[in-house]
């Protein structure tokens, strides 16, 4: 079965510095997700990613996979507090597979 | 606005108890699932369904079951509650089965059972 690992497990950075946070596949991606989660709340879709290469911008958020499909990652440009939580990814089992998560990466952002 | 819902948000029964969890979208999706959030493990599929009448284990099913009449609700029922069973459980609906579509999640209920 797929499984997704993610790093770091957790991250504190100062205000208004730079992140990536990484996801890796043990096979090949069909779809990548990344959500976030405030602390005791439900996840928030953050985008999704398909294809070797793409990559996807939303606000200060940028989501890269790479060409081989296995590795994404999630950069985060001039962090604020609002960013903080936890970052899950997670991936398409290819059809009739299990949807997996990673298990995540606790970020937090120090005003 | 379309939405997914979960009830009760909180929940603490006792060990061996029947305890059923409510999950209800208004997205109109055929896919639901039911995952449990425990520290070191990540998110963990319980159950799942494709549509009315259709029904799926996932990873951790023992100890769970599920229902699909409709398509608005899938209820999970842990028959006889355990202490490990202890958990957040969060309810999730995406729209089509075999293409690539994220999933909405409810705000989760935290269940403790002593």
């Known amino acids: 079965s797929q499984e997704l690992e993610q790093s770091p497990q957790s991250l504190i950075v100062q205000e208004g510095k730079n992140l990536t946070i990484n996801c890796t596949s043990s096979?090949?991606?069909?779809?990548l997700y990344w959500y976030k989660q405030k602390y005791g709340e439900g996840l928030i879709f953050l985008m999704m990613?398909?294809?070797?290469?793409e990559e996807k911008s939303h606000e200060k958020i940028t989501a890269k996979l790479d060409e081989k499909k296995q590795q994404s990652s999630l950069h985060i440009t001039a962090s604020q507090p609002s960013h903080a939580g936890i970052y899950l990814c997670?991936?398409?089992?290819?059809?009739?597979?299990?949807?997996?998560f990673g298990p995540g990466t606790r970020l937090s952002v120090l005003p | 606005d379309a939405e997914i819902t979960q009830s009760p948000r909180h929940k603490i029964t006792e060990t061996g108890r029947q305890v059923t969890l409510a999950c209800h979208q208004t997205?109109?999706?055929?896919?639901m699932f039911w995952y449990r959030q425990d520290l070191g493990h990540g998110l963990r599929l319980i159950h799942y369904?494709?549509?009315?009448?259709?029904?799926n284990k996932g990873e951790v099913s023992d100890g769970y079951s599920v229902s699909r009449s409709n398509t608005e609700d899938l209820p999970l029922t842990l028959e006889s509650a355990a202490s490990s069973q202890t958990s957040v459980y969060f309810c999730?609906?995406?729209?089509?089965?075999?293409?690539?579509?994220?999933?909405?999640f409810g705000p989760g209920t935290r269940l403790t059972v002593l």
């Open positions: 999730a609906s995406s729209e089509s089965r075999g293409e690539h579509n994220e999933q909405f």
């Open positions: 997670g991936a398409d089992g290819h059809y009739g597979q299990n949807f997996v």
């Open positions: 990613l398909q294809k070797g290469g």
């Open positions: 096979k090949t991606l069909y779809g």
């Open positions: 997205w109109n999706h055929n896919n």
């Open positions: 369904s494709y549509g009315v009448q259709d029904t």
